[in-house]
């Protein structure tokens, strides 16, 4: 977990509400990912991100919308909170495409 | 993409040798084999990938058959530490990144 933060760590919100989850990296790597993930479903791609400002959908981009303004944070939002939301969700970095992925320490978040 | 298959669960005596199969039978030549772990509530850890040859780092060795289509992740000396789920994960390369999908892996008990 080395150089990537998750906040925050724990969260409980309720149904329709807007959620921010945001990831922070100190390693300038270029490449970043978030996951959820669900029993039996293992972990999952929502979006990902390039670089600045380019970002592109992944296996379960519905519902969910991110934004990188800077290298080093990649913000994933929730507009209107669901109960199917309600998930561990894990940020990814990687330095170059085709590198090693390398996961933060996760952000559980429960949706009334 | 290609998929994988592992065994959902596996016990190993501490001290020994833990061997965790994997089938990639749809395996592409340009597609890595990854393998991640993840020790309960924590983000996934990354193990170690390799192309064709065989690999091995300090906390692990890959092996890797001749046509590709199987692998083993070979833990030397299993400590309960490493009880964790185990992944096994081909990569998907495009020009945006290495996105990685993630199965069921396979949960690895070491006992005392």
């Known amino acids: ?112 | 993409d290609a998929k994988t298959t592992q065994p959902p669960s596996m016990d190993c005596a501490e001290g020994r040798a833990a061997n965790l199969p994997c089938n990639h039978s749809t395996i592409s030549g340009n597609e890595y084999v990854y393998w991640y772990r993840q020790i309960h509530s924590q983000g996934p850890q990354y193990i170690i990938h390799g192309l064709k040859n065989n690999e091995t780092n300090e906390m692990a060795s890959l092996i890797i058959t001749e046509d590709r289509k199987s692998s083993t992740l070979i833990l030397p000396h299993a400590t309960l530490r490493d009880t964790a789920v185990y992944y096994c994960i081909v990569s998907r390369n495009n020009n945006a990144g290495n996105m990685l999908t993630f199965g069921g892996g396979t949960r690895l008990m070491v006992k005392p």
């Open chain 1, 1 to 112: 977990d080395a150089g990537i933060t998750q906040s925050p760590r724990h969260k409980v919100t309720e149904t329709g509400t807007p959620v921010t989850l945001r990831c922070h990296q100190t390693e300038n790597h270029r490449y970043m990912y978030w996951y959820r993930q669900d029993p039996g479903h293992g972990l999952r791609l929502i979006h990902y991100s390039y670089g600045v400002k380019d970002t592109d959908k992944g296996e379960v981009s519905d519902g969910y919308s991110v934004s990188r303004s800077k290298t080093e944070d990649f913000l994933l939002t929730l507009e209107s909170a669901t109960s199917s939301q309600t998930s561990v969700y894990f940020c990814a970095i990687s330095q170059r495409e085709g590198d090693t992925q390398y996961f933060g320490p996760g952000t559980r978040l429960t949706v009334l």
